[in-house]
């Protein structure tokens, strides 16, 4: 991965000095100028989660919770709604707030919101007590 962001740096180096070369013709230097705005705009493109990529494949129309993909744990069979962990979800929010207003905010904010046909899903997850296990 490192390998591959290197060369990536190097090929926009690479059209960033051919753009910019007084040996290069205008139309030459346009077509590299060109190449490195294409370049450029690719790495401005927000990256899109795993997660979230897989379940747009079965439904296009699926809508997400932003900012917490890495809690989504799959969809529901029906509607191919995203599925988030409830717990996961609070995790993300007590990086910046304390979990009694992680919790408010959960509960007002993100599960309470029906945002349309293919809202998301927020599921507690049930642990299997010790005695289950045998």
């Avoid at 507690?124 to 005695?131: F, S």
Wanted: hydrophobic share 40%; charged share 30%; net charge negative.
């Amino acid at each position: 991965m490192k390998l591959a962001k290197e060369n990536m740096r190097f090929d926009e180096l690479n059209l960033e000095i051919q753009a910019n070369s007084p040996y290069n013709d205008g139309w030459t230097q346009q077509f590299y100028k060109d190449e490195l705005k294409k370049v450029k705009a690719k790495k401005k493109e927000p990256k899109i989660h795993a997660k979230r990529a897989e379940i747009a494949e079965y439904n296009p129309d699926a809508l997400f919770a932003d900012g917490f993909d890495d809690a989504i744990c799959g969809f529901d069979a029906a509607g191919c709604c995203a599925i988030y962990d409830y717990t996961a979800c609070l995790n993300i929010l007590h990086e910046d707030m304390t979990p009694e207003e992680a919790h408010e905010y959960m509960e007002f904010n993100v599960v309470s919101a029906y945002v349309g046909d293919f809202t998301p899903i927020f599921m507690h997850a049930i642990l299997p007590a010790p005695h289950d296990c045998m």
